[in-house]
């Protein structure tokens, strides 16, 4: 901390992954990171495509063309588990039900979304396909 009370020093982690790619996949283990440095440097995701598996919740209401793909975390312990997931646009959404696991092919848009109430990274899939599910908790 300086003399004014601001934060000195580089806080960057070392993501698994290069952000100077163009596409980045996200292996299952690095599923947490990805969404906390995503949703907290959302500008950085702006435009990349991302490769990622996880399992699909419909909520009611958000329009046929609407899934949220995600994962559910555990930061302390079993009560605190959440569902860490993205908006993502996709034509075929219709066709996915809660719980199914997916393969997310889409690209990251910064944009306003009425479901963050806020800007943040929103997914517009080129392709969802059904897959084989991965440890279900995500681990940070």
């Given at each position: 901390e300086g003399e004014e009370?601001?934060?000195?020093?580089?806080?960057?982690?070392?993501?698994?992954?290069?952000l100077d790619d163009k596409k980045l996949i996200i292996k299952p283990e690095a599923y947490g990171?990805?969404?906390?440095?995503?949703m907290d440097r959302s500008e950085k995701y702006d435009g990349k495509e991302v490769e990622f598996v996880a399992q699909v919740v419909?909520?009611?209401?958000?329009?046929?063309?609407?899934?949220i793909p995600g994962?559910?975390?555990?930061?302390?312990?079993?009560?605190?588990?959440?569902f860490l997931g993205f908006v993502c646009h996709y034509k075929g959404a219709k066709n996915f039900k809660n719980k199914d696991w997916v393969k997310v092919?889409?690209?990251i848009k910064y944009e306003m979304c009425p479901q963050y109430r806020a800007k943040g990274p929103v997914l517009y899939a080129d392709e969802v396909l059904l897959t084989g599910p991965v440890e279900e908790l995500v681990q940070f």
């Open positions: 009370g601001e934060i000195r020093g580089d806080f960057s982690i070392n993501l698994p992954y290069n990171i990805f969404y906390v440095d995503s419909k909520p009611t209401g958000a329009g046929e063309d609407i899934l994962r559910r975390a555990m930061t302390c312990c079993e009560a605190d588990i959440q092919k889409a690209k």
